[in-house]
């Protein structure tokens, strides 16, 4: 429990924040039991230092709730892929509920949809090209972006048929030449 959550153990949200605002500016907490629990600081009111530790707590609380970031990138980071039927593929971060996927030509990549799916076709792509793609997760406690992590650029090639001279056998085919 964050020391912000001063009225029920369910995480520190907007009734928390309204009983700090109820003793706003109250210099009298240490004679009076009533603004006690929202002044964090023990200074005897109740003033910025106290929203500042309201916040503080506000936020660790929250985080703990964002989602993870993605792992298992494939293809990994600056990986050399054949430019035809590219899917990405992505293990979801820890309480992710969709996944923001940016892709392009330019870092780090054009948003392209929001999905369900930890996986994205991008269907054939040019020859000789650097791409860059990038996963955010989300739920509904925020977005965790996943800026720092090795997703990154893939370089698109081309894996040419190779041409080879042969013969026919005139032995298979009696009478052609």
Known sequence: MSPSDVL????VDF???SLLALFWGDYDCLDSNDCRSVDF???GGIDAN?????FQGWLADKKSFLPGPPTEEIPPHQSV???????????AGANATSHDVYFGTTSPGTFQANQVEPTFVCGV????RTYYWRIDERNAYGTTCACQASIGPLRTTVYPFKKQAFTIPNSLFPGWS
């Open 41 to 43: 600081d023990t200074s």
């Open 8 to 11: 029920c153990p369910d995480g």
């Open 15 to 17: 009734v928390d924040y």
């Open 125 to 128: 792509l040019e020859n000789e």
């Open 50 to 54: 106290d929203l500042e530790l309201f």
């Open 81 to 91: 892929v054949n430019a035809r039927d590219i899917v990405l593929s992505w293990r």
